[in-house]
């Protein structure tokens, strides 16, 4: 009697998985038809060009540069 009961654990416990199994198959499926009904009836748009930045502060940029330089070749002779 006890190994019939084994027996149909067994059973349920396949039929269990195969269900989630094919389920997910399934949900995958679906998700990706919709991705292909979301791009093919609305489209992502091509972000506008970003403007080139003015690079009128290179002055103050490279005078920054060499204050890091100058400070890290400071602190590596005090070292």
């Known amino acids: 009697m006890e190994f019939n009961l084994v027996g149909e654990g067994l059973k349920f ?12 198959i399934v949900l995958v499926q679906v998700m990706k038809l919709q991705a292909m009904i979301i791009n ?22 490279s005078r ?9 070749t400071e602190f590596r002779k005090n070292k």
């Open 64 to 72: 920054r540069t060499a204050a890091i330089i100058a400070a890290v």
């Open 13 to 24: 416990m396949v039929l269990g998985m195969l269900i989630v199994f094919v389920f997910l």
């Open 40 to 61: 093919k009836y609305f489209p992502e748009k091509e972000p506008p060009a970003a403007p080139a930045p003015v690079t009128g502060d290179s002055d103050e940029e």
